[in-house]
Nanobody, 124 residues
Framework: QVQLVESGGGLVQAGDSLRLSCAASVRTFSTVTMGWFRQAPGKEREFVAAISSTGGRTYYADSVQGRFTISRDNGKKSEYLQMDSLKPEDTAVYYC?????????????????WGLGTQVTVSS
């Protein structure tokens, strides 16, 4: 059984920072690709960032490149998303995801398991 639980969301002002965490109850956490997606009201879910099983490769959406940093701790079975220089357009529900497809990490189809999401709201 696999369960992903996000935390760390909240209300911040533009320019502030926030760090999201994802705790994964996955036996073979070190073998899965981990990712972050987000969905704003009235919009489709979009890719934010992903990290390979070993942490050796990272992937970012153009909209967050240079501002967000994804990381993981296989010992703690956790994934993190450090978000700096937040903008109002970053406002969304952020979802943690895990999957065994290592070839298309930017697409939601690569992921088998999803968390329920954590709200991030950035005011202007």
């Amino acid at each position: 059984q696999v369960q992903l639980v996000e935390s760390g969301g909240g209300l911040v002002q533009a320019g502030d920072s926030l760090r999201l965490s994802c705790a994964a109850s996955v036996r073979t956490f070190s073998t899965v690709t981990m990712g972050w997606f987000r969905q704003a009201p009235g919009k489709e879910r979009e890719f934010v960032a992903a990290i390979s099983s070993t942490g050796g490769r990272t992937y970012y959406a153009d909209s967050v490149q240079g501002r967000f940093t994804i990381s993981r701790d296989n010992g703690k079975k956790s994934e993190y998303l450090q978000m700096d220089s937040l903008k109002p357009e970053d406002t969304a529900v952020y979802y943690c995801a895990a999957g065994y497809n290592h070839y298309t990490p930017r697409f939601p189809s690569a992921y088998t398991y999803w968390g329920l999401g954590t709200q991030v709201t950035v005011s202007s």
